[in-house]
């Protein structure tokens, strides 16, 4: 996490968007709240899209929380909606409201 956060790529994936490859891929609810502080981040740019793609197999009502709240989103809009639906497609029936 310092390393993403100190990586200051402002534009594109580069180093920092392999270093959000990386933390989406390893990510787990223990670092929710520091995965929804660097997506708020904005400074981050479109490294913050792996991030976002990981909240959808967080088992945590903050990451559903966020992609409902990332839909509107200009840069992260379209992830956040791909996220959800794949949250919605592992919910078993009943769950389904």
Do not use: C, W
């Amino acid at each position: 996490m310092r390393i993403y956060r100190s990586n200051n790529e402002a534009h594109g994936l580069g180093v920092k968007g392999a270093l959000g490859f990386t933390l989406a891929g390893a990510a787990d609810e223990t670092v929710v709240d520091d995965i929804l502080a660097l997506i708020r981040e904005e400074r981050n740019g479109d490294a913050r899209i792996p991030l976002v793609a990981t909240l959808a197999r967080l088992k945590d009502g903050r990451a559903h929380d966020a992609l409902v709240a990332l839909q509107s989103d200009p840069k992260l809009g379209t992830q956040a909606r791909v996220s959800l639906k794949k949250l919605r497609r592992r919910k078993p029936p009943h769950m389904h409201s």
